[in-house]
C-alpha cells in the first residue's frame, strides 16, 4: 500500500511547478492507487491561455515534479495523459507502484526554483551550462530548445517581449487577469497561498505608484487613450536586454499531449539552470498572444494589436534559427542575479487533494 503521507509529498512536489500569474489550475484525487490530475479552467480563464497551451505547460512541470519527487520516495509513477471515459476535467491519471529509492539531482531544486524578475548581471552565460541546458532541452522528441546569447538579437527579442507590457494596460480583459492575480501584501498572499506577491513585480519605488493607479481599468484606458501606455515597454525592455542569453521552447507537433510535453522538457531546463545559479524569467505574453492570432485569428484583441502581434512567431523562428515546421511556444530569459525580493508561494497540498477512499483530506 501507498501512505496517503508519500501522496502527499508527490502533490506538494507537483504544486512546486509554475503556472501563468501562479494560479494553479489543479486539484487532485487519490483512490485506489490512482492519482488523479484535475483541471480547474475557472483559475486559468486568461487571454494567454489560448487552446490551454499555457495550462497545459504548466501541467507538464507539475508532471515532472511528480515523477523527480516519486524517486526520492521509493515510489514509481506512470502517467496517462487525458484518459478517455474519464470527465474532461480529469487531465491525467498517474498509477503509483512502490520502487527502489533513487537520487535524482534535480530534486534539491524543486523548492528553489522560482521566477526572477530583478535586473540581471552583465555577465555571459557560461559555455557549459548553456550546453547542459540545449542538451536537457533537447533530449525529448519534437520539442525543441534554442538559445540566443548575441547582444543584437537580445535587444530586439527583448523589444517584442516587451510589447506586453503596454497591452496588458489597453486591454481589458488582459489587465483583469493580471490584477485578479495581484496580492498587494505578503499577508495577503500567505492567506490565499496562490498569485503574484507585489514584491515580485521587483517594481522600482518610482513605479509602484503609478500601477498602483494602473489597477482601476478606468485610469489604465485613459492612460491609453493619451498615449501614455506606449511609455510602459521602455524600462522592461532596458530590463530584459541585461539577459545573458534568451530561450526558446518550439514543438512541431501542437496536440494536447505535445504541449504537455514541452511543459516536461521546460520545467527539467529550469530546475538545471536553478542548480547551476542560472536566474530565470519567463517572458513569454507575447508569444502567447501570438498564439493567439494564429489559432483564433487574434479573437479578443484589438486590431492594432492584432497587427502588431501579428509577425511575432516568425520573427522569432528567424532570429532563433527554428525551422518553419515548429512553433514557438515559451520565451525565457537566463542570466545572474540576486535573489528575488520575494517568492511566490502554494496552496497546501490539504487544500487541493482528496482521498476518495476515505473522503478526507490529508493533514497539514
Known amino acids: 500500500m501507498i501512505a496517503l503521507s508519500d501522496i502527499t509529498a508527490l502533490v506538494d512536489a507537483g504544486l512546486c511547478a509554475p503556472s501563468g500569474d501562479n494560479c494553479q489550475p489543479w486539484a487532485f484525487e487519490w483512490a485506489a492507487q490512482t492519482l488523479r490530475v484535475r483541471f480547474e479552467p475557472h483559475r486559468a480563464e486568461s487571454l494567454y491561455d489560448v487552446r490551454q497551451a499555457a495550462s497545459w505547460i504548466a501541467l507538464g512541470a507539475l508532471l515532472a515534479n511528480t515523477e523527480i519527487a516519486a524517486r526520492q520516495h521509493g515510489l ?13 476535467s480529469i487531465v491525467a491519471e498517474l498509477a503509483i507502484q ?63 517581449a516587451a510589447l506586453n507590457d503596454r497591452m496588458v494596460f489597453e486591454n481589458q480583459a488582459l489587465h483583469h487577469g493580471l490584477f485578479r492575480w495581484i496580492r498587494w ?11 503574484l506577491p507585489l514584491a515580485c513585480l521587483e517594481l522600482p519605488w518610482l513605479e ?8 482601476s481599468w478606468a485610469c489604465s484606458r ?18 530584459y536586454r541585461r539577459s545573458a542569453a534568451m530561450a526558446l521552447f518550439s514543438n512541431q507537433h501542437l496536440e494536447p499531449e505535445q504541449i504537455v510535453q514541452t511543459g516536461r522538457v521546460l520545467e527539467r531546463v529550469w530546475l538545471t539552470a536553478t542548480h547551476g545559479g542560472i536566474a530565470v524569467q519567463p517572458i513569454t505574453g507575447t508569444t502567447f498572444l501570438g498564439l493567439r ?3 483564433l485569428s487574434g479573437e479578443g484583441l484589438t ?20 525551422p518553419a515546421t515548429y512553433t514557438p511556444l515559451l520565451l525565457l530569459r537566463l542570466g545572474y542575479a540576486d535573489p528575488p525580493t520575494a517568492r511566490t508561494l502554494r496552496r497546501p497540498a490539504c487544500e487541493v487533494l482528496r482521498s476518495t477512499d476515505t473522503d478526507e483530506p490529508p493533514s497539514t
Open 76 to 88: 514509481q509513477v506512470t502517467t496517462r495523459l487525458f484518459p478517455p471515459g474519464r470527465q474532461d
Open 98 to 160: 512502490r520502487a527502489n529509492p533513487g537520487q535524482d539531482p534535480l530534486f534539491s531544486s524543486l523548492e528553489l526554483r522560482c521566477v526572477n524578475r530583478r535586473p540581471y548581471h552583465t555577465r555571459p552565460l557560461d559555455p557549459r551550462m548553456a550546453q547542459s541546458l540545449l542538451q536537457v532541452g533537447n533530449a525529448v522528441d519534437n520539442v525543441r530548445l534554442d538559445l540566443v546569447e548575441e547582444s543584437t538579437l537580445i535587444g530586439q527579442i527583448a523589444a517584442l
Open 185 to 195: 501584501t505578503m499577508t495577503a498572499a500567505r492567506q490565499s497561498g496562490d498569485g
Open 208 to 215: 509602484r505608484p503609478g500601477f498602483w493607479l494602473l489597477r
Open 222 to 239: 485613459l492612460c491609453a487613450w493619451i498615449g501614455v501606455t506606449r511609455l510602459l515597454p521602455y524600462h522592461r525592455e532596458s530590463i
Open 293 to 295: 492570432c494564429q489559432w
Open 303 to 322: 486590431p492594432s494589436h492584432r497587427a502588431a502581434l501579428q509577425p511575432i512567431l516568425g520573427q522569432l523562428r528567424e532570429w532563433f534559427g527554428v
